[in-house]
């Protein structure tokens, strides 16, 4: 918003001396026009109006349309206006060497002079010091251009409620800019202009915040401490991404969205487009899933290649030679309940039981194997799963058969007081691209309303404690747990008030400019920067970008969200690893939650990758305890 708002804070130059020169500059270029004189018009390569003759166009284009439009007009787009547009182009084509193709930029210019002599009208003439509405003549100075009906109109229009919220609420906002542009009525365009001209600079143009910094000098030639502060956190941006992500830094600096069909800090006429930031035809249904099919292919060749990694990297836990992971050196002493792992191919969890940690205890009147204690088998989560010392004396060889007798395992592969004793209620929700976003956020939603609305239920009625509610996911599930979360908080209902946090498990965000983790681990195999892109496309409506607030949890609509959490008095966890290319959208997340005074606990470590949880048991062993850990430090929460 700051930087597209010079006309309305910049009161040196007032509307009402340009609209004398438009009618000055208009006799005097057709008083030209019929010597014979035709003016050249110049454009930047970002097909901006410059000199010389930029400015004498625009005079002339607002001169012309404060003459041919009535100032009732309301949609510059009405077709009834198609022949006024035509005759104010044909009158610019006769005095200006122009081209067809600028047509275009002409016309959106003449739409935007006319809003101002508009809001110019109002705000001169029919609104006192206070802003409250004055039944004011028409101005005799403006006879000539606007009849008593259309004054009549236009006053009618301006004391219409709706039309008097929408201007209140625009008002206000353009009232008191951070960062005021101090221009004057200089435009980007002929800024860069000037600009590389005092530089003697062979280039053609300027890097949106070089330009921006310098539009927010004001006479004294030194920038605010503020407009320092985004400047140089522009630089350090356009540092660490790559070139084609530099265009959008400022908007990134300034934590503030892109405009539609804009770009930030170059002014009026700066297109996407002009600028070469075209987005590709939206692909088919069947090349969708043609790419879907090619990707899944990639990531089982990616998983074949791991696991046949994984088989010659670790050997059973029944060599006592390759033992050497020591996740939980102290098992306290006594019978402690327990969670039973093996460590080949793969570490997993195969079991659950009791440890006996007890001096001179003996297994079946036998010493115990070195390393290892004695347990006793409960449950069988992997029933198959082979014993890393089978029995002797029972001939078990298996964790079924190992049930309800004890066995000698490694003391490296039991763990103990990491489990969580919670109700978890998993949202089967709908999957894209047949039901892209937000439907499963409306189906995260919905089974919270099932869970709210289910208390009568005997189970869940014993088991359940409904003042202790946090939604929690890892990769996607903590994208749908954010957004989730935040469509439940700004409701007012017993819903939003029986959560008490969120659980980020490195949270699936994106956004198009590319963080350095991104950068750095483009190509990581556990998540390739293209395939994050191609899941991106599958998952967001059709026709928006990775800045879309599903995906950028930064956009502003969600920060608002964000002071509603506070409100609430919600915790968040957000968990991630530097191996995780996604892990600066975490970061970033944190400190956007703590800007905004959300309760926000961060745990990141080293190493790893994204969904190291989901394959290494060890990682969610320590995952469970981060968990437990920060659930029970909360105020008048703990687990058992």
Same mark, same amino acid.
């Given at each position: ?90 009158? =610019? ?386 994208? =749908? ?21 969120? =659980? ?137």
């Amino acid at each position: 918003m700051a930087d597209d708002q010079h006309e309305e804070v910049s009161k040196k130059v007032s509307a009402e001396e340009e609209i004398r020169r438009g009618i000055t500059v208009m006799r005097r270029v057709v008083q030209g026009r019929s010597r014979g004189i035709i003016l050249d018009v110049y454009w930047n390569n970002q097909g901006q109006l410059i000199e010389p003759n930029g400015h004498t166009l625009t005079s002339f284009i607002g001169a012309l349309v404060r003459n041919e439009i009535p100032i009732t007009c309301d949609d510059w787009r009405n077709k009834e206006l198609n022949e006024s547009k035509e005759k104010i182009w044909s009158e =610019i084509k006769r005095c200006f060497n122009i081209e067809e193709e600028r047509r275009g930029f002409c016309m959106k210019l003449a739409g935007k002079l006319l809003r101002g002599f508009r809001t110019f009208l109002s705000s001169k003439f029919l609104k006192d010091a206070d802003g409250n509405f004055v039944d004011a003549e028409l101005p005799k100075k403006y006879e000539s251009l606007i009849s008593a009906e259309e004054w009549e109109a236009f006053k009618s229009k301006r004391q219409d409620p709706v039309f008097q919220r929408i201007s209140a609420k625009n008002r206000e906002r353009a009232s008191s800019p951070a960062y005021p542009y101090r221009k004057g009525r200089v435009g980007y365009g002929r800024l860069e202009q000037s600009m590389l001209q005092k530089e003697e600079s062979s280039e053609t143009s300027l890097p949106a915040h070089v330009l921006w910094k310098e539009a927010r000098v004001g006479k004294s030639g030194v920038p605010q401490e503020e407009v320092l502060h985004v400047y140089q956190k522009c630089e350090e941006l356009s540092q660490s991404l790559s070139p084609d992500d530099t265009k959008g830094i400022l908007s990134r600096a300034l934590d503030v969205p892109e405009y539609y069909g804009r770009v930030r800090g170059k002014g009026f006429g700066v297109t996407p487009t002009s600028l070469s930031i075209k987005k590709g035809k939206a692909p088919s249904n069947r090349e969708l899933h043609a790419r879907l099919e090619a990707m899944q292919a990639e990531l089982d060749a990616l998983r074949r290649e791991r696991e046949a990694s994984a088989s010659t990297v670790y050997r059973d836990a029944s060599d006592k030679d390759s033992i050497n992971c020591t996740f939980q050196p102290n098992i306290p002493e006594g019978i402690s309940h327990c969670q039973l792992y093996l460590s080949s191919p793969y570490y997993r969890m195969v079991g659950k039981g009791k440890v006996h940690n007890v001096s001179g205890v003996l297994l079946h009147t036998r010493e115990l194997p070195a390393g290892c204690l004695k347990v006793s088998v409960d449950i069988a989560v992997e029933p198959n799963a082979a014993l890393p010392y089978p029995s002797d004396d029972s001939d078990a060889t298996t964790v079924h058969e190992a049930v309800g007798s004890f066995v000698a395992w490694p003391t490296n592969l039991i763990c103990v007081g990491y489990e969580l004793v919670a109700v978890v209620v998993s949202v089967e929700y709908r999957l894209a691209p047949e039901h892209r976003l937000p439907a499963a956020y409306e189906d995260a939603v919905e089974a919270l309303h099932w869970i709210k609305t289910n208390q009568s239920d005997e189970w869940l009625k014993n088991h359940v404690d409904y003042s202790n509610v946090f939604l929690m996911g890892s990769s996607a599930g903590g994208n =749908i747990a954010y957004n989730a979360g935040l469509r439940v908080a700004m409701v007012e209902d017993e819903v939003s008030k029986m959560i008490k946090g969120l =659980i980020l498990i490195q949270p699936f965000f994106s956004g198009i400019h590319r963080t350095r983790s991104e950068i750095k681990l483009a190509n990581d195999s556990h998540l390739l920067l293209c395939n994050n892109d191609m899941l991106w496309e599958l998952s967001l409506p059709i026709g928006v970008d990775r800045d879309h607030e599903y995906c950028n949890p930064t956009v502003r609509d969600n920060v608002l969200r964000l002071k509603r959490i506070r409100e609430l008095e919600w915790w968040v966890l957000v968990t991630d690893c530097d191996g995780d290319p996604l892990v600066d959208r975490s970061i970033g997340l944190v400190r956007l939650m703590e800007k905004n005074g959300v309760n926000v606990v961060r745990d990141f470590t080293e190493g790893g990758y994204h969904g190291v949880q989901d394959s290494e048991p060890l990682k969610a062993i320590e995952l469970f305890g981060v968990i437990k850990k920060f659930i029970s430090s909360l105020p008048n929460h703990t687990i058992e």
